[in-house]
C-alpha cells in the first residue's frame, strides 16, 4: 500500500515536498517512480528511484527542480520540489514494482500505485 501526502496550492517559484509511505513486503518495492498528471493529458513519469542502490531518474522537464530521495527506516519515498511552474499543476501518484522497468517510466510496470495528491501552482 501506499500513501502520498504533501501536497498543496503554491505560488511559481516555490516548493513543496511529498510524501510516500510505503506498507507491505520489500520486493515489491525494486522501483518507487513519481509520475503526474494534468486534466486532459496522459499520465507521465516525474522521477524514479531504484532503492536498493539508489540511483535516481528524472523527466527532462524537471532535471535540476525536483530530487527524489528515500529513508529505508521509515519506508518512505519523497519528492522535492523547487523552482514550481504552473505547468506542474497535476495531480501526483506514488508507484512501485519489484522489477526494474525499460523504459523507466513505463505505467504498465508498475503494479502499486499511491490515491494521488494534488499539486497546484499558480
Known amino acids: 500500500q501506499l500513501v502520498e501526502s504533501g501536497g498543496g496550492s503554491v505560488q511559481a517559484g516555490g516548493s513543496l515536498r511529498l510524501s510516500c509511505a510505503a506498507s507491505g513486503y520489500t520486493y515489491n518495492r525494486n522501483c518507487m517512480a513519481w509520475f503526474r498528471q494534468a486534466p486532459g493529458k496522459e499520465r507521465e513519469g516525474v522521477a524514479r528511484?531504484?532503492?536498493?542502490?539508489?540511483?535516481?531518474y528524472y523527466a527532462d522537464s524537471v532535471k535540476g527542480r525536483f530530487a527524489i530521495s528515500q529513508d529505508n527506516a521509515k519506508n518512505t519515498v519523497y519528492l522535492q520540489m523547487n523552482s514550481l511552474k504552473p505547468d506542474d499543476t497535476a495531480m501526483y501518484y506514488c508507484?512501485?514494482?519489484?522489477?526494474?522497468?525499460?523504459?523507466?517510466?513505463?505505467?504498465?510496470?508498475?503494479?502499486?500505485w499511491g490515491q494521488g495528491t494534488q499539486v497546484t501552482v499558480s
Open positions: 508507484a512501485a514494482t519489484g522489477r526494474t522497468p525499460q523504459p523507466v517510466f513505463s505505467t504498465g510496470s508498475y503494479n502499486h
Open positions: 528511484i531504484a532503492t536498493g542502490s539508489g540511483n535516481t
